[in-house]
Nanobody, 127 residues
Framework: QVQLVESGGGLVQAGGSLRLSCAASGRTFSRYAMGWFRQAPGKEREFVAA????????SYADSVKGRFTISRDRVKDTVYLQMNSLKPEDTAVYYC????????????????????WGQGTQVTVSS
């Protein structure tokens, strides 16, 4: 079955940067959109960013637009989240996820449309 393995989380000072990675296996990576979500203590899991199956289209939450960049490497079967200008409110567990539907025409932000999830990686931003 589909497996998603995340790495790159850690502790960083406000204004700093981190790059999260998510290595995918178990199905044809290039045919499915990929997304990043995050969940802070006491909060619901929220959408952060997504990239479509072709790698051309992207979508970002307003809270991270201009600071975060999602990308994918089809050779390595890996999706990345480059996080710059980090703020304390970015502190959360970050999860990567794979779309349930192949070759989706329009990117979705709905958690229910992503059926496969990584284990999560902690990102902590200190002030």
């Amino acid at each position: 079955q589909v497996q998603l393995v995340e790495s790159g989380g850690g502790l960083v000072q406000a204004g700093g940067s981190l790059r999260l990675s998510c290595a995918a296996s178990g199905r044809t990576f290039s045919r499915y959109a990929m997304g990043w979500f995050r969940q802070a203590p006491g909060k619901e899991r929220e959408f952060v960013a997504a990239i479509n199956w072709s790698g051309v289209g992207t979508s970002y939450a307003d809270s991270v637009k201009g600071r975060f960049t999602i990308s994918r490497d089809r050779v390595k079967d890996t999706v990345y989240l480059q996080m710059n200008s980090l703020k304390p409110e970015d502190t959360a567990v970050y999860y990567c996820a794979s779309d349930l539907r192949a070759l989706r025409a329009v990117l979705t932000r709905d958690r229910d449309d992503y059926g496969y999830w990584g284990q999560g990686t902690q990102v902590t931003v200190s002030s």
